[in-house]
């Protein structure tokens, strides 16, 4: 272990001593130049810009018209898209103060046509083709993490988390890097008028956590405006979208300084009251029952900030009935399916705990706590802090759960560590992790990593985790870790690569993390190349990608599964979207592989081509959609899909989102075929911005179940809440076992009520 991990020290210190001569003074002042890209007046675009502290009271009302305001000087705002640095077509000011407490926010966003701003739904956390206005906050200033807060027309308030400098490889809708459950406490009031509409944002220092030094702080600064019937977007400072997230990336947005501030420290305390009744079916051998449970429970939350910058969080009795129910999915691979975290809890500052591998594999995902196959475990309790302190970005978790329906009692622990190096833009980090049963079992691993940045958007990203348990007496060092080394360098304009090599043993078993695949070498290369056609063409950017990988057996070097493909994507200035794509794919089965409707695909080598398209609508309408169509071979057989995702906003109080896929498997050569489909309604309702109203229906044809998660919130105040949800799962086919007698129309019912109340003290 020392050689490995002197090993690792040396490859990133020696990339960093690499970095520092290759950057030097030009790299320095590059740097410098990131976060300067516009300033207030010219000669100033190396400094920070100093804030205005506020003068005179502020009334949080939309409006604008204290006089505290009027000594604020507006940001200079440029045009980031359909026309980097073109003419703005509307007047946008910004102003920005503060004072001991908070950060105000206010935004003048006229409109010479203010019939066409688009205010489209009261629900809270939900973009729906809207005008914004947002603020993006890297409050360390660390250059890869910051805290996004935007809002519409009619004050919905909308909050996010950015991590990894806003580099995704797919998830939400803004990308895997962009955590869209987090939510936090900040207020925000807007008004139209004929002149446009106005915006008064206030965020207290609480709900950001930051670091002072001598008695000032700096926090990376980026805000913008969309007018989303003409996809432009103005923003400050000056980036240009040379990245797919490059308005909210951190690294882009401009040094702030805020003195003589310190963070409130105040003590959130959350108690709940949560009640209701259910059924579940159960099988006796003879036949189905449905016994009815009434349950009562109470629990408690509390949040502190021990420092500006260090927050404790600790749960008695964790309930998470109000959390939204998963996207249910169709398994066409031999692998896990990946489902991502929704949890409340889990959210706060999430990204210092990514130990990542790809898109989905990771060292530590937190739905392996308080879940087992996606049932509920009670978790008794536990505790979060994170933060920074000196030099270091510190997580630690400590979750225990209860013992029930066969499994036992268990001890959840993550530490995460990780520091700056070399420069703004480089770390390096360990993690530790541990899940301890009450049975005596047990599953610990480490990992360190370290990203430096090279110069010129180029990075060596590099990673080791090694795991350990009671039942495993392997003295193979490699056999239980799991390693990559990629260099790639970042953008959507240009050149853009990413070079990769990665190795898992094949007793490498993270016990509270997620791998879909052990005992492997993979070779990666994925390029790209971007570029804008230019003013007067209606497409904002073409982007033209080769990418290819091979999964090779460590015992044998043979070809465990292979692709190498070809996409082509435009942007449209409308902000509508496409892409073609085609994929070689072979896959080497060593055992059967089991699809739906007791279609099958046998053992061997299985080489085939499919072809996607995909269309995504302009974001602004009212009624807009997305549309995937995709073909082709399939293992020995062929397959045809087809997705449909219209979303329609009836009015600002109702939304309606459907989708539907479909998926027909052909295996002629065994007579074999399958049609698949899922479906799914979501409704969502604001009465206003305190009452809403979701409800979501999947149908699954593969499970032949039909879901309904109906959920109803009072919020009555940030962190006052009552909620009443309604959950119930029918069978579509209840003659679809030979050996059992008929299964009943419902499979399980709930009716629950949750209310949180939250004491500041």
């Known amino acids: 272990m020392n050689v490995l991990i002197l090993l690792f020290f040396t490859s990133v210190v020696s990339a960093s001593a690499c970095a520092k001569q290759?950057?030097?003074?030009?790299?320095?002042?590059?740097?410098?130049?990131?976060?300067?890209?516009?300033?207030?007046?010219?000669?100033?675009?190396?400094?920070?810009?100093?804030?205005?502290?506020?003068?005179?009271?502020?009334?949080?009302?939309?409006?604008?018209?204290?006089?505290?305001?009027?000594?604020i000087e507006p940001l200079p705002m440029t045009m980031y898209s359909p026309t980097p640095g073109g003419r703005l077509t509307e007047r946008t000011e910004v102003l920005i103060t503060y004072d001991d407490d908070f950060l105000y926010v206010g935004g003048r966003l006229y409109d010479s046509e203010p019939g066409g701003i688009r205010a489209n739904t009261l629900y809270r956390d939900r973009y729906s083709g809207d005008d914004t206005f947002a603020i993006i906050l890297d409050t360390f200033n660390d250059n890869e993490n910051a805290l996004w807060f935007f809002t519409t027309p009619l004050g919905v308030r909308f909050d996010m988390a950015v991590s990894n400098d806003g580099e995704s490889g797919g998830g939400s809708a803004f990308g895997s890097a962009v955590n869209s459950s987090w939510n936090t406490f900040w207020d925000v009031e807007t008004r139209q008028t004929s002149e446009g509409w106005f915006v008064e944002m206030r965020?207290?220092?609480?709900?950001?956590?930051?670091?002072?030094?001598?008695?000032?702080?700096?926090?990376?600064?980026?805000?913008y405006r969309y007018i989303a019937r003409k996809g432009e977007r103005h923003i400050f400072p000056a980036v240009r979208p040379d990245w797919s997230l490059g308005f909210a990336k951190p690294s882009q947005s401009r040094t702030v300084i805020l003195q003589g501030v310190e963070s409130a420290l105040p003590l959130y305390v959350t108690p709940y009251v949560a009640g209701g009744t259910g059924r579940r079916t159960e099988f006796d051998g003879t036949r189905f029952r449905q016994p009815t449970s009434t349950d009562r429970d109470v629990g408690l939350d509390v949040?502190?900030?021990?420092?500006?910058?260090?927050?404790?969080?600790?749960?008695?009795?964790?309930?998470?009935?109000?959390?939204?129910?998963?996207?249910?999915?169709?398994?066409?691979?031999?692998?896990?399916?990946?489902?991502?975290?929704?949890?409340?809890?889990?959210?706060?500052?999430?990204?210092?705990?990514?130990?990542?591998?790809?898109?989905?594999?990771?060292?530590?995902?937190?739905?392996?706590?308080?879940?087992?196959?996606?049932?509920?475990?009670?978790?008794?309790?536990?505790?979060?802090?994170?933060g920074r302190v000196g030099t270091w970005d510190i997580g630690l978790m400590n979750m225990q759960t209860e013992a029930g329906s066969g499994l036992p009692a268990e001890n959840f622990g993550v530490l995460r560590l990780r520091r700056r190096i070399v420069n703004t833009q480089s770390f390096a980090g360990s993690m530790f992790t541990s899940r301890l049963g009450d049975d005596g079992s047990w599953n610990v691993t480490y990992g360190l990593d370290g990203l430096v940045f090279l110069g010129n958007q180029q990075f060596l990203d590099v990673k080791w985790t090694q795991s350990f348990e009671d039942d495993d007496a392997s003295t193979d060092f490699f056999d239980q870790g799991l390693g990559l080394i990629s260099v790639e360098r970042r953008g959507n304009i240009g050149l853009a690569y990413d070079l990769s090599v990665m190795y898992a043993g094949a007793r490498y078993n993270p016990g509270i993390g997620f791998i879909t695949r052990r005992d492997f070498t993979q070779l990666g290369i994925d390029t790209q190349y971007g570029w804008r056609p230019g003013e007067a063409s209606p497409i904002r950017n073409y982007d033209g990608s080769i990418f290819g990988n091979v999964f090779l057996r460590n015992e044998d070097g043979s070809v465990e599964s292979a692709r190498l493909g070809h996409s082509w994507d435009v942007d449209f200035k409308s902000s509508a979207s496409g892409r073609f794509s085609v994929n070689v794919i072979q896959e080497d089965l060593t055992e059967q592989l089991d699809l739906p409707e007791n279609t099958f695909v046998p053992a061997g080598r299985h080489t085939w081509v499919e072809a996607s398209t995909r269309y995504e609508m302009q974001d602004g309408a009212l009624l807009r959609g997305r549309a995937e169509l995709k073909g082709g071979t399939f293992f020995d057989g062929s397959r045809l899909g087809v997705e449909l995702s219209p979303t329609w906003n009836a009015s600002r109080h109702l939304e309606l989102q459907g989708s539907w896929s479909f998926t027909r498997l052909s295996f002629s050569d065994r007579n074999q075929t399958a049609n698949v489909q899922l479906m799914g309604l979501r409704a969502q309702v604001g009465i206003n911005r305190k009452i809403s109203w979701n409800a979501f229906i999947q149908f699954n044809t593969d499970a032949e179940l039909a879901d309904a998660n109906v959920r109803f919130r009072y919020n009555f105040r940030e962190g006052n809440d009552f909620w009443l949800v309604y959950n119930e799962s029918l069978n579509t086919d209840r003659d679809?076992?030979?050996?059992?007698?008929?299964?009943?129309?419902?499979?399980?019912?709930?009716?629950?009520?949750?209310?949180?109340?939250?004491?500041?003290?």
């Open 22 to 71: 290759t950057l030097g003074q030009d790299q320095l002042r590059e740097q410098t130049r990131t976060r300067a890209h516009q300033a207030v007046a010219p000669g100033d675009a190396a400094r920070p810009l100093i804030l205005q502290r506020r003068m005179g009271d502020i009334t949080l009302d939309g409006r604008l018209d204290d006089p505290a305001w009027q000594a």
């Open 303 to 386: 949040k502190y900030n021990l420092t500006s910058n260090l927050t404790i969080d600790a749960t008695v009795n964790t309930d998470f009935a109000q959390v939204e129910a998963d996207d249910q999915q169709v398994n066409l691979t031999r692998f896990s399916l990946f489902f991502p975290e929704k949890r409340q809890f889990f959210q706060e500052r999430s990204a210092l705990f990514n130990f990542g591998f790809g898109r989905t594999d990771r060292l530590f995902h937190s739905r392996n706590i308080g879940l087992s196959g996606g049932e509920p475990v009670r978790i008794l309790g536990g505790a979060r802090m994170v």
């Open 736 to 761: 679809r076992f030979d050996d059992i007698p008929v299964l009943p129309r419902s499979q399980n019912r709930t009716l629950l009520f949750k209310y949180t109340h939250t004491f500041t003290l």
């Open 203 to 223: 965020i207290p220092y609480s709900s950001l956590g930051f670091q002072t030094v001598s008695d000032r702080v700096e926090m990376g600064l980026t805000t």
